[in-house]
């Protein structure tokens, strides 16, 4: 039988895209170095590892970030093409398939990118070049993804995306790739930005709103929208019908200042929180349109933690109720207060009923903290300290 048609099977191939998946996540800050393009957020490599564990537990893609959604879009259309049993000729036939799938769904295609790595592996594929061809003809390809990196950012280095997608492709060939780091890049110009990463779910879009926005991608799933974009305003997260936010990413920020913001359940929290003078939300909506999630550190009941799986906050989750008043001690709040008095409420909030005796708090972030009348200087994370409870009762 020619090797174009014997078959293979659809099992073997999902066991094997989940074998190499571990092996992936030795090259993900390598990825994530070179990440200048659509944003330079530096979490490509991280994103796409993102998408491949979900595929660990759920046996298909589910995207994080630009290159994420595209791979998500591409990985299921192939598997959703192929029957139990396929030839080489009918997997080139998913992969052009599943290209189209791409194509239709991004809103400002670019070539240069992990979709140009894409389509370079069909055309290889209708040459009926073998995996070790293929890999050298993507390798050549991601090299000159340089030149369109700086039309596009003006960076000297080959784009992240296509590089993940090379790399996932040399380990599904059972070796460890060969890349001269010295290929890929010259030195990146790092500059400070504030871009959210936002994946959303709707019922519905306008056309016309969605072209303003960056990075664009949009696919169908069942009787909802899936939308990813950059925007620097959060606000754009809530301007849906329906939406549903599945997550946003925060970029890493050199922020050097931090405002104390409480999440609150009832009216009654949060004026006994503002009197504190922190400042209070009680919502997803409420963080978009009132703070900025670059510049706050919120404190947050252990019993609402799930707000983190949607957006990733910097916090301190909490939850018995001396911590929040160590905390509060310890972030040198001036304005004066009883301690008996907001520790018996905030044991109330916090729903302790037996604290123990003694028990460490452990601060998750490190950053200074301005002083004023809602700002405060802030201790150095992942220090631990001890409170006692005959120091705060």
């Known amino acids: 039988m020619a090797p174009e048609q014997e ?42 590892y993102l998408t491949l564990k979900k595929f660990l537990e759920l046996n298909r893609f589910e995207g994080f970030g630009n290159s994420g959604n595209i791979l998500e879009i591409f990985g299921n259309s192939l598997l959703n093409n192929l029957g139990e049993k396929f030839t080489i000729k009918q997997l080139t036939s998913a992969i052009k398939s599943a290209i189209s799938e791409v194509e239709k769904s991004i809103l400002n295609l670019k070539e240069g ?53 090379l790399i996932f492709l040399w380990l599904f060939n059972n070796k460890k790739p060969e890349i001269n780091f010295k290929d890929l890049q010259k030195p990146i110009d790092k500059k400070d930005f504030e871009v959210y990463c936002i994946n959303i779910t709707c019922t519905d879009y306008e056309e016309e709103k969605i072209k303003t926005l960056d990075s664009v991608i949009i696919h169908k799933t069942h009787n909802e929208y899936k939308i990813h974009f950059h925007s620097p305003d959060l606000k754009s997260a809530l301007e849906f019908n329906n939406p549903k936010i599945l997550k946003i990413t925060l970029p890493e920020s ?35 349109l ?13 019993r609402k933690k799930e707000i983190l799986d949607l957006i990733n906050l910097d916090a301190i989750i909490i939850q018995k109720s001396e911590e929040v008043l160590a905390l509060l001690e310890v972030i040198s709040l001036k304005t004066e207060f009883d301690k008996d008095e907001i520790n018996n409420k905030l044991k109330k909030y916090a729903l302790v009923e037996n604290p123990s005796e003694e028990h460490e708090v452990i601060f998750k972030i490190s950053r200074k903290v301005k002083e004023d ?17 005959k120091d705060v009762s």
Do not use: W
């Open 290 to 302: 009132k703070t900025n999630p670059l510049q706050t550190l919120y404190i947050i009941p252990e």
């Open 254 to 288: 050199n922020q050097k200042k931090t405002k104390i913001c409480y999440f609150c359940e009832n009216e009654e929290e949060k004026e006994f929180f503002s009197n504190l003078g922190l400042e209070t939300v009680s919502s997803i909506e409420e963080i978009i």
């Open 7 to 48: 078959e293979l099977s659809k099992q073997e191939l999902i066991n094997k895209i989940k074998a190499i998946i571990p092996e992936f996540k030795e090259y993900v800050n390598l990825i994530n170095s070179i990440n200048v393009f659509p944003i330079a957020d530096k979490d490509t490599g991280t994103n796409i």
């Open 373 to 389: 009348s809602v700002y405060f200087p802030f201790l150095h994370c992942k220090e631990k300290f001890l409170v006692k409870k």
């Open 113 to 165: 990118t992990i979709y140009t790595a894409m389509k370079r592996l069909y055309a290889s594929l209708i040459q009926n070049k073998n995996l070790n061809e293929i890999i050298i003809g993507l390798y050549q390809q991601v090299l000159e993804s340089k030149e369109y990196m700086k039309d596009y950012t003006n960076q000297d280095v080959v784009d992240s995306g296509a590089l993940g997608f």
